[in-house]
């Protein structure tokens, strides 16, 4: 009830409660006057009058009291209407702070339907269905349901502007449909149909349906809290799986990656920005004389310029790409005599699309 109903219904009590205030303050101060001031004794002293006055008195008095207990049975019903809506609405936040708390937690799409129809339907509904908006086919589809044993899989799907379900996600509006539609529903079944939203954006739509008679303000508005608590976790959980699938692809490369410069049969050294050793295989150590350990904190340039010439050649490839940003490529002996196997050295900046450097490699190929 708002604020402008409990003030009309106050109004004519309170204007009840006055005129009977004063009507026992006239009627004492007569009776006070009556009594005492001898004018008024001598004319009102009839007994005829003393009678009536008394029937009057005695009617007022239990007037005023019937309309005591009246009010007393007016506040106890207000009182406990108050105390009702108090438990309903903390039993309400209960829930939401429930499936608020799921999905803080649970980034899994599925389980926070669930999980969400289990905790809000019980208090509102005798079933509920959440569609999905399917993207790759834009139909919406069934992904939880409650109060129904008809498996998912054979609940229809809606095309957007199909049935109430596509209505409401053509519209963004909710639709209380109190018609029955469908062969689905039972008898006097009520639907109350409500978008799933991330901002503006449809992501899906949770349907409702009771057969206690209409909804009320407050379980629609529960009802459409939780689809706003819904709409914004379904969007942080499909930002998670997206995540998730790039890291696991990320990390399949990089060990293909790995698994390929490894068991190459050339020697690979990759630097990044700052010249830092990033790669280096086991063929390019074993052509330096060099472990990778003995590369980590160090400046990979200085430590190169510390070995022998192998080792100062390819410093100052390095540093010609880093300074040039351009590639060099060069032969050198594995070992000290010239006749004997040479390798040839490869080495060429590394840039981003847009041509920013962001490192230098080098392949060495025995010849």
């Known amino acids: 009830m708002d604020r402008g109903r409990m003030e009309t219904d106050r109004k004519p009590v309170s204007i009840f409660s006055l005129i009977l205030l004063i009507l026992m303050a006239v009627v004492i101060l007569f009776l006070v006057l009556v009594q005492n001031v001898d004018r008024f004794s001598d004319f009102f002293g009839s007994t005829t009058f003393k009678i009536i006055f008394d029937v009057a008195l005695v009617m007022g008095l239990i007037l005023f009291v019937a309309y005591i207990f009246t009010r007393t049975a007016d506040y106890n019903k207000r009182l406990e209407s108050m105390v009702d809506r108090l438990q309903k609405s903390n039993m309400l936040l209960s829930v939401l702070n429930e499936i608020q708390s799921s999905a803080n937690a649970n980034l899994d799409a599925q389980g926070l339907l669930e999980a969400s129809l289990e905790a809000v339907m019980p208090l509102t509904s ?6 999905i908006l399917d993207e ?36 963004g509006e909710a639709i209380e449909d109190k018609g029955g539609e469908g062969a689905s529903q039972r008898s006097g079944m009520v639907r109350y149909a409500l978008p799933v939203k991330a901002g503006n954006r449809v992501m899906g739509v949770m349907v409702a349906g009771t057969t206690k008679g209409s909804y009320t303000e407050e379980e629609k508005t529960l009802l459409q809290a939780v689809s706003e608590v819904l709409g914004n976790s379904l969007t942080n959980a499909k ?35 700052r010249g830092a050793v990033m790669i280096v295989n086991q063929e390019a150590e074993r052509f330096l004389g060099i472990e990778h350990k003995d590369l980590m904190g160090h400046s990979a340039i200085e430590m190169l310029r510390s070995l022998d010439s192998r080792g ?22 594995v070992y000290d005599d010239p006749a004997t196997q040479t390798v040839l050295v490869n080495v060429f900046p590394l840039f981003r699309e847009k041509g920013e450097l962001i490192g230098a490699a080098a392949t060495i190929n025995r010849s």
């Open 239 to 273: 930002l998670y799986n997206l995540t998730r699938r790039a890291l696991d692809t990320t990390k399949k490369t990089q060990g293909y990656l790995e698994s390929f410069i490894n068991e190459a049969r050339m020697g690979v050294m990759v630097l990044d920005e």
């Open 136 to 171: 790759d086919t834009g139909r919406l589809e069934p992904r939880a349901r409650y109060g129904t044993d008809t498996p998912l899989q054979e609940l229809p799907a809606f095309g957007v502007g199909e049935g109430i379900v596509g209505m409401v996600a053509q519209s």
């Open 312 to 333: 100062q050649q390819l410093a100052q490839g390095f540093q010609g790409c880093f300074r040039d940003r351009r590639g060099f490529q060069y032969t050198q002996p």
């Open 126 to 131: 005798s079933l509920g269905t959440i569609y």
